[in-house]
Each structure stands twice: as C-alpha cells, then as structure tokens.
C-alpha cells in the first residue's frame, strides 16, 4: 500500500486496523512518513506506543521488526552476533581435512554465511515490499551507551560490521522508538525524532478504541467499562491501567457473560485491570462500590 498523501487518510489507515487515534497522532505519524524522519512516542504503559507499529506494518504491508530493549543491551546484540557453534564445527572440519590455508578459512569464518542479523541489521536490508517498520520498544530500559551508538544508527541508517564493513540501507526504514519515561533520554537522540506523549484517551476515544478492539460488548457495558476505568485512573494508584488493560477486561467480562458492572464482578476480575497486589487491596471492600456508583453517576444525562 503506498503511503497515506494526508493527515486524514492517516487516521482512516489505521483505523482500517482498529487502531483508533486523535488528529495530533495522526500529524506526527504523517510528518514521519513524509520526512523519513524516526518517531519518538512517550506514555504511560499500555496505551498504545507498540501497537501504532504493528498497525502501520499491516496498513502498509510492511516487515516489523522489532527490537525489544532491555537493561544491559549492547550494539552487537541489537546488530548481529557471528554463529559461534558453526565456526568452531567448520574449523574442526578444516583441520581434520588439513585445510591450512588460515586466511581463506578466516575469510569464510567471518562472511555471511556464519552471520546472525539482529533486528537493527536486518532494518538495513533491502526488502521487496519496501522499507521495514524498525520498532524500538522500551529505550528507556536501555543506557546511554546504546543511545549513543543509536544516534549514528539513525542518523545516517547505516550500521558498520568491522570484519564486513559499513551496511546502508537502500531504504530508511520507518522508525518508531518507544518510551515508558522510566528514566530521560537523552536530549541529543530525541532532537533526531519527530517527539509525540501518548496520554490516556478521553472517554469518547476509549469508547471508540473499545468498540473497535471488542465489537461483542454491548454499549452499555462498554460505557460502565470505560467509566469505571477512568475513575480508577484519578485514583492514587502505582500502576494505572491503561488502555490495553482496558481491553483485556472487556475480553474476560465477555467470557464470563457478563452484562453489567457489579461490586461482585469486579473484585472478581481486578487482576484483567490492575497488575499490583497493593493496588488491588485498595479496591477491596466498599471502595470498588464507590467507584462503581461514580462512574455510573458520570453516565447519568446532566
């Protein structure tokens, strides 16, 4: 599929993915594919960063790859890493055929064949389809250094293999970096991305993105779904739930064939929603009930 020509053919892409998003996402994502410039999104957990990639894959048509960061992820892991096991095989093989010709087996040791490509690499390859979707999950589990080496990765879309050399892409790949602000990255990475914050959807959108991800649940529960989530959001909790949590809980309120919002039902599914025990021991008691009564009092006609 070519890329969308404007801002609202964006938001109809996506939506074509059950993806459902403001007209101040669909700008930025726009200006990236039209600038070829990497995407930088920030947010809480759980509300939607990861998956704008994998519905621009599918929109497109195009590979995802994607990198899960960690703590402790270096270049070589996130590039490529050499076959180790089938070197040492091809060098005992070598030897046992007196194979002495050290500079063609190292030549051999070290070439395509024995090369593993990690997700940046394989970013840098030629595809039929067109450039690859390049998913950066989570850099902020990373550290500086991997930051650093990222800045000439997307700078110039290109990585440098010592024993190969230096691999450009044909293509720039799509770039999205994602981000739970668990720490700052660094100012010179982000000044390489068009920046986007992912905040929690308004009710009407939640309703939407609910509709659009769990078709089978009837408005009304959606709405005392939605309700009760957002007024669990302003609530002093360690981990808000966010959209995908959302979700799930629709998807568990369905199998249990429910059909409205009970104190009793949810005490019974808080952990679809909130992933903490000590968040769950706040709503134990009367408090899942005054949250229920609020939200069911939000949905009342002024």
Known sequence: MAQPQSIDAVQEMLADQNYVCGRALATVVFLSLKLG????LEGEAGVGKTEIAKALSAALGRRLIRLQCYEGLDA?????EWNFPAQM???RTAEAAGNADREMLQDELFGPDYLIERPLLQAMRPDANGAPVLLIDELDRTD????????????????????LGTIKAPEPPIVILTSNRTREVHDALKRRCLYH?????GFDREIDILQARAPEASGALSREIVAFVQKLRTEDLFKKPGVAETIDWAKCLLALDVINLSPEVIADT?????????????????????????????????
């Not at 070589?76 to 490529?80: E, F, G, K, L, M």
């Not at 500086?144 to 024993?163: C, K």
């Not at 914050?197 to 959807?201: A, G, S």
């Open 37 to 40: 410039r990497p995407l930088f």
């Open 76 to 80: 070589s892991s996130a590039v490529y």
């Open 89 to 91: 095989v091809a060098i």
């Open 144 to 163: 500086e250094p991997f930051e650093a080496f990222l800045l000439e990765a997307l700078s110039d879309f290109q990585v440098t293999i010592p024993e």
């Open 197 to 201: 914050w992912v905040d929690y959807p």
């Open 270 to 302: 808080l952990g679809a929603i909130l992933k903490y025990q000590d968040d769950i021991a706040k709503l134990q008691g009367s408090e899942a009930k005054r949250l229920l009564d609020e939200a069911k009092a939000s949905l009342e006609p002024a």
